[in-house]
């Protein structure tokens, strides 16, 4: 089995996270090494919601360069399901494939499995269930990406996506209920909320129209 490093095995799978081939995730924000634990090695962010509503999924994978110490690296992936929507373990195994019973792990701790081939092409043997993770949680995952979640359509976005287009992204700091909620300091507030740059401008729209009797 030949050597390969550690960011070409990242970089096939980033590829392969988002084309539409692979999990079409539309938004790859970096992962940075001060990410706090559970950390993931790739985070692709998947829009899934459409006409009616605004929904996303967080997928995270860590990658290895071997299936070394399986048990042990499958348990540090099923972690990321406090966080993530659909987590993932990507191994590099050339010509092998998954054994049945490092597939039957994979399902009881509930990770998919990816397997890297010789090629540096990306398959996914074992697809990833749908986690519960804890909303705070991956809000701050999120938001450690630089990455927030709309309080009205609900999808996810970069806030300095705002700034870089005519339809800024609006930020809502609730001091009246940090005050009644002792969070207050120094007469200062931390508590944000965020719009999306389609939402602040439907707001700015409404807001200017005329007003009509239904």
């Not at 079409?24 to 940075?32: K, R, S, W």
């Amino acid at each position: 089995m030949r050597k390969v490093e550690d960011l070409e095995l990242r970089e096939s799978v980033r590829l392969w996270l988002s084309s539409p081939t692979g999990l079409n995730c539309g938004v790859m924000p970096p992962t940075l090494n001060a990410l706090q634990d559970p950390r993931p090695d790739i985070l692709g962010i998947k829009h899934i919601g459409g006409d009616l509503c605004g929904d996303f999924e967080v997928v995270t994978v860590l990658v290895r360069p071997s299936t070394k110490r399986f048990v042990s690296v499958a348990g540090q992936t099923s972690a990321q399901r406090l966080q993530a929507d659909r987590v993932y373990l990507a191994c590099f195994m050339a010509e092998e494939r998954f054994t049945e019973s490092q597939t039957e792990v994979a399902l009881r701790l509930g990770i998919g499995l990816v397997r890297i081939d010789t090629n540096l092409d990306c398959h996914r043997d074992v697809p990833a269930p749908i986690a519960s993770p804890s909303l705070r949680t991956r809000r701050e995952l999120l938001n450690q990406v630089g990455f927030v979640e709309c309080q009205l359509c609900q999808i996810a976005f970069s806030y300095s996506l705002g700034e870089e287009t005519n339809n800024e992204a609006s930020v809502l700091w609730n001091e009246i209920w940090a005050d009644r909620q002792g969070r207050l300091r120094n007469e200062t507030v931390s508590d944000r909320r965020y719009l999306c740059p389609d939402c602040t401008q439907n707001l700015k729209t409404l807001s200017s129209s005329p007003k009509e009797s239904f």
